[in-house]
């Protein structure tokens, strides 16, 4: 159960936008729960995007972050403050709070990899097979279907011709430390009606334990 909760107000300016700072303050963040994880890569906090909006047309995390945990101490270790202090004129952070004794609903925010994209699934053909990635898109490549009731056939295709299919939900860019590449963490929210579970990833993200939604 998640007692306690941080709330984080991002502050975009004109020269500073907000999905900017979205990638610089969940950075960070990131980089502190590294710091908590256990063994097995478990964080005792999780986040939630309290303005998160996720449809057909409009897809924001809105402006606001919030920090779980089950015990005040686990915040007061992590000291959000210290992680985000050479962005203190961009983010406000509240005291740690108890969480509202009743609450209506829970949510899961999770990690959403577009697993049909065409890169990636040329990307480990490229691994298996010794080549690099632009042969991989380009190679025509021999594939025997077999149906469940129909004779097995041989058909070709290639990865670059196969359809993309686009992820629709919120986003954070980020830069990886160790090669320096660009990548994007898609968020998906799922409301539900219990709480389950109280660790996270080291982005604080989980498709099963919950956070408090309000």
């Not at 057909?56 to 985000?84: P, Y």
């Not at 380009?138 to 990865?159: C, E, G, M, N, W």
């Not at 982005?203 to 309000?214: C, K, N, R, W």
Request: charged letters at 20%.
């Amino acid at each position: 159960m998640l007692n306690y909760y941080q709330e984080l107000s991002l502050l975009p300016q004109e020269e500073i936008p907000i999905h900017f700072l979205w990638s610089k303050v969940f950075g960070q963040i990131h980089l502190g729960l590294v710091e908590m994880q256990d063994e097995q890569g478990r964080v005792p906090i999780g986040v939630a995007f309290p303005e998160y909006v996720w449809g057909d047309k409009v897809s924001v995390l809105g402006g606001k972050l919030r920090l779980f945990a089950e015990h005040e101490a686990t915040l007061s270790q992590f000291n959000i403050c210290h992680w985000l202090a050479r962005l203190s004129d961009y983010v406000h952070c509240t005291n740690i709070r108890p969480v509202p004794e009743k609450l209506s609903s829970y949510a899961t925010y999770q990690r959403e990899q577009p697993k049909t994209s065409k890169e990636r699934l040329a990307r480990r053909y490229a691994k298996r097979h010794g080549m690099d990635l632009a042969t991989a898109l380009h190679s025509t490549i021999d594939l025997t279907v077999k149906p469940p009731s129909d004779a097995a056939y041989k058909t070709q295709f290639r990865y670059c011709d196969m359809p993309q299919k686009a992820v629709t939900t919120p986003f954070i860019r980020l830069t990886s430390l160790s090669g320096g590449q660009t990548f994007c963490v898609w968020i998906k929210k799922t409301v539900v009606a219990g709480p389950s579970g109280a660790t996270f990833s080291r982005y604080g993200l989980s498709a099963v334990s919950t956070v408090p939604d309000f």
